[in-house]
Every structure is written in C-alpha cells, then in structure tokens.
C-alpha cells in the first residue's frame, strides 16, 4: 500500500489583499450604530 509523504502544516496562508477579517467586518457595522444612537441620545 502507498501513502501519500507526510507534511506538517504550514501555517495559515493569509487572507488575499482586500479580503476583511470578520473583526473588522463586525467594527465597521457595529461603531457607526453606536455613534448613531449616541447622538439620538443626547437629544
């Protein structure tokens, strides 16, 4: 029987240029509600 050569795992590849980290994904919704009922509130 043949197995395949074993390779330890490289570590992870980087995202490609212009894909967004789901952190940022969830900053850029969740600041500018913030900042929306922020400004709701103080009147």
């Known amino acids: ?3 395949p ?3 330890a795992t ?6 490609a240029k212009g894909a967004m980290s789901p952190l ?3 900053l850029l919704v969740t600041v ?3 900042v929306a009922v922020a400004a709701l509130r103080a009147r």
Request: glycine share 0%; net charge positive; hydrophobic share 30%.
């Open 1 to 3: 029987m043949h197995y």
């Open 5 to 7: 050569r074993y390779r």
């Open 10 to 15: 490289s570590p992870r590849p980087r995202p």
């Open 24 to 26: 940022t994904f969830v």
């Open 32 to 34: 500018p509600a913030v």
